[in-house]
């Protein structure tokens, strides 16, 4: 039997609208399946596309690295080094280690026992070789301090500050290497080492930046 026209007609405007319907949901799922069939294999990925996966970690500014630094000095004292170095009426000390978040905190001493003041002309910090068999052997890596409490050039007996670098490691074949070297062309120069095991050894205290407290 022949519907008659006007049922004819309803079931094919409901049958018009069901397709559409389909269709929308065919536009609403075509992004996300696109999406998903460029990065569904990793061969499909390109080197743009990656990225790192990485811990969230603190990052200060200088003022907070200042105010650390300063902290630092305050509450503890450069009498009982972990390390020190004489040379020529000079004493070096590295007075002891912090580590806090992705930073390392050297805090030094240096002595003047002379009556001329010190004119420092730089202040090395590198990686080198522990045994050196020759010198053309020697692989040197130069430490560069991201910040620094004082950045005085002279002193005339005493002068103690904060160096603060990006975490490092270095392996036990080698060693850490403080030059002081002194401005004028004879000038002295005194150099201390310091073993991993020293920097493994960081001490800890509390710091305090705008109510939240800090572990060091």
Known sequence: AVAPRPFRQQLRADQDQAEHQEDGQDDLARPWQEGHELRG???DLQPEEMQPIEL?????????????AMDIIRKNS???????KENLQLSMQLNNVYVMSDYIFL??????NSNLSF????????????????????????????FRLNNQKSFRKNYR???????FTFPNSKVMMIRLIEEQLSGRTIE????????LK???????????????
């Not at 201390?192 to 920097?199: F, G, L």
């Not at 960081?202 to 060091?216: L, P, R």
């Open 56 to 68: 969230n970690k603190t990052i200060f500014s200088n003022l907070e690295l200042g105010k650390m």
């Open 202 to 216: 960081a001490d800890t205290f509390w710091f305090e930046i705008q109510n939240s407290k800090f572990k060091i």
């Open 161 to 167: 500050n904060i160096y603060v670098f990006k975490k």
């Open 78 to 84: 450069d009498e009982n080094p972990i390390r020190e």
């Open 41 to 43: 294999g990793i061969g």
């Open 192 to 199: 201390m080492k310091v073993n991993y095991s020293d920097i």
């Open 107 to 112: 805090d030094m001493t240096f002595k003047n």
């Open 119 to 146: 004119d420092m002309d730089d202040l090395k910090f590198s990686i080198e070789d522990k045994k050196i068999y020759k010198a053309t052997n020697n692989q040197s890596i130069d430490l560069v301090p991201i």
